[in-house]
């Protein structure tokens, strides 16, 4: 049947953004004068988002973009983001990178690379220092700019003669590549690139150096509602991210609101990954630049100021970022400061993060938040990143649910100077220190802690807590310790001796280091414990009346990978079934002391724990302690990943 006129009107009245909406497509292929449809595909992602308007598609075809994408504007909602996506079955990559070539030999195995001003336009990496607050050079400059050699990144030098006699980093995850070497210099016409290639012609292979500070980011605030799907990014010259600074990463939200990053490959930052942080209007580095006053207090007032600017649900987060692999970046794979509010973050694979350790600073982990209300972490798989996850200050209304941490050398969670209320559950962390909480009113339930605890007050600084579900502040309080609930936990012990601040039993005022609870034991306020399960020796909070340690020693938890896929081992623990373990709800957990709020979902409806780490139900009564509903029938090997 024919429409009518009048009808196409009525549609077109109705539903504008079905009619205005277009799809612009890219390709290598593309010529400046296209004009973006497939059959006429733009040769840049940047010139695509020269035209993208609310609602539209930038469609990029298979290749490689050397560019930096500066989105000039977002979308106007949820319903009318602007969407970039790699086309489907297609391999995208967008690189911070330019080919270096023209290398003559020095000498021996190293080689001199002479690039004039010209080559670098408006910034140069190789004199751009790494800086910020926070942040520890260890005694020597380390450059934003980076050398890749078939796409492994070589270790900076700052003399030249450790280029000619190369030696193993001390601290380094990778000894052997830690002795394929590079240094630079500039002069007021040419930037020097020496580098050591092992006796490797770098003319017949591909090498790549650091040209961009960012792959994907906007340079203004406010571009909000962008989705960014199924790239492959890499090679930045990101600077330090820190929490009081304007947070640059491989990608990046600046500021915003409602992006959704998913199904990417980001690799190979100088320093972080994908940053979810506040803009540079607020502060920037001002502990740096104004000694006078001490970090938190500068913090506090960057909070302040970023309150006055529009700190707030309507303007500010609800990203999500997911089904991302993360990795080879030397500061964090996620990190935020006050940006990352009402956010979600899931699914995502970080690991080798913080590799090469020639720096060192305050920020790094795989995913390190500042003021993660109302967040959510769940489901990540985090390894070998030095510390896995670091929510310090304001993590208020935060649930980290399912997560996967293992072979982390600091620890896999370190929750500082937050007064609650926080739910940590369903974990499953393996690494030598499993918790290190210098905070109060953090709800842990039904996870799996093979390593130590690590529990310390922290008097010397204050720290806000918000009304419930805002950014807003309800004031300012010191980090007494303790006001923690522990329920359904399976905790291990170990061989490493307990590091006791006071005897069992005294008002601890500094810090204790052990396997279980008993680190608590003389906190300021108490803790709630009851049904968790002790093994190996590590010991209860003295006021838990019916803690199940069962004797003998049993094998602690393990992790293989075989074909892709991630395996936890568990040997059975006899009588796990008799564990006093009770449903964990809102009506259990009560109210975290200082800001006076109930543990509750984001929206104020009430919380239960009713669900283990693979979404399985648990039984209304009596749930088995730990992450898994499951039978005491012998050893069992879970696909965790």
């Known amino acids: 049947m024919k429409s009518s006129p009048s009808l196409v009107l009525l549609f077109a009245f109705l539903f504008p953004a079905a009619l205005s909406a277009r799809e612009y497509h890219v390709s290598p292929a593309g010529k400046p004068a296209n004009d973006g449809s497939a059959a006429s595909p733009f040769p840049t992602i940047s010139a695509a988002a020269k ?3 609310p609602g539209d598609t930038i469609t990029v075809h298979e290749g490689v973009y050397r ?13 009318k983001r602007i969407t970039y996506q ?3 079955g297609e391999t995208v990559v967008i690189k911070g990178s330019e080919v270096a070539r023209g290398w003559t030999r020095f000498t021996g195995d190293v080689w001199k690379l002479t690039l004039p001003r010209s080559f670098f336009g408006r910034y140069n990496p190789y004199q751009d220092l790494i800086n910020g607050d926070w942040f520890t050079d260890r005694g020597r400059p380390h450059h934003t700019g980076e050398v890749y050699l078939n796409g492994k990144s070589l270790y900076e030098s700052h003399l030249l003669q450790r280029v000619l006699e190369p030696a193993t980093e001390p601290d380094s995850r990778d000894p052997e590549g830690s002795t394929w070497t590079w240094f630079c210099e500039s002069d007021g016409k040419n930037t020097y690139i020496y580098a050591n290639f092992h006796g490797r012609n770098p003319n017949d292979e591909l090498v790549e150096i650091n040209v961009r500070d960012s792959c994907f980011y906007p340079d203004k605030p406010g571009c909000d509602f962008i989705t960014v799907r199924g790239f492959r990014m890499a090679q930045t010259a990101t600077q330090w991210a820190a929490p009081t600074a304007e947070q640059i990463g491989l990608i990046g939200t600046h500021w915003s609101k409602g992006w959704i990053i998913e199904h990417n490959v980001i690799s190979d930052s100088k320093c972080s990954g994908i940053t979810l942080g506040k803009d540079r209007a607020t502060g920037h580095n001002v502990w740096n630049n104004d000694r006078s006053k001490d970090g938190a207090t500068h913090y506090n007032e960057v909070i302040v100021r970023a309150l006055a600017a529009g700190w707030a ?11 991302n692999v993360i990795f080879n970046c030397e500061q964090t794979g996620i990190c935020g400061s006050l940006g990352a509010v009402y956010s979600e973050i899931s699914r995502n694979h970080i690991h080798h993060i913080w590799t090469k350790r020639q ?5 790094i982990a795989g995913i390190k938040l500042h003021g993660a209300i109302d967040v959510r972490i769940q489901n990540n798989r985090i390894h070998n990143a030095g510390r896995g996850l670091w929510m310090d200050w304001m993590a208020q209304g935060t649930r980290i649910t399912a997560n996967l941490c293992y072979d982390n050398t600091t620890d896999d969670l370190f929750v500082e100077v937050n007064h609650g209320p926080f739910v940590v559950d369903n974990n499953v962390f393996l690494s030598a220190v499993s918790l290190n909480d210098m905070s109060e009113g953090g709800a842990y339930a039904h996870n799996l802690l093979a390593g130590r605890i690590d529990s310390r007050p922290e008097p010397g600084r204050s720290t806000p807590f918000q009304v419930a579900h805002e950014t807003t502040l309800g004031g300012l309080s010191t980090t007494a310790g303790g006001d ?25 005022t500094s810090r204790a280091i052990g396997y279980g609870l008993w680190v608590y034991d003389g906190r300021a306020a108490p803790l ?3 049904g968790n399960v002790f093994l190996n020796g590590a010991r209860p909070y003295a006021a838990e009346s019916k803690a199940l340690a069962p004797a003998g020693n049993h094998a602690p938890p393990r992790i293989t990978e075989e074909a892709g896929a991630v395996f936890l081992h568990l040997e059975p623990v006899a009588g796990l079934k008799d564990a006093a373990t009770v449903r964990v709800t809102t009506a259990l957990l009560g109210r975290a002391k200082v800001p006076d709020l109930p543990y509750e979902n984001p929206d104020g409806s009430p919380l239960a724990l009713d669900q283990d780490f693979f979404g399985k139900t648990r039984p209304a009564k009596r ?3 730990g992450p898994f509903e499951l039978g005491e029938a012998g050893a069992v090997k879970l696909k965790v990943w």
């Open 51 to 53: 035209v993208v308007q």
């Open 67 to 79: 560019e930096r994408v500066t989105p000039p504007r977002g979308g106007e909602s949820d319903a």
């Open 86 to 88: 790699a086309a489907p």
């Open 313 to 323: 649900r309507a303007k500010i987060g609800s990203h999500i970022v997911r089904d």
């Open 359 to 363: 720096f060192r600073g305050a920020e």
């Open 484 to 508: 923690d609930r522990f329920f359904n936990n399976i905790i291990f012990g170990g061989d490493s001796p307990p590091v006791p601040s006071k005897p069992a039993g005294t008002k601890a």
């Open 528 to 530: 709630q414990a009851a």
């Open 623 to 625: 749930p088995l302690a």
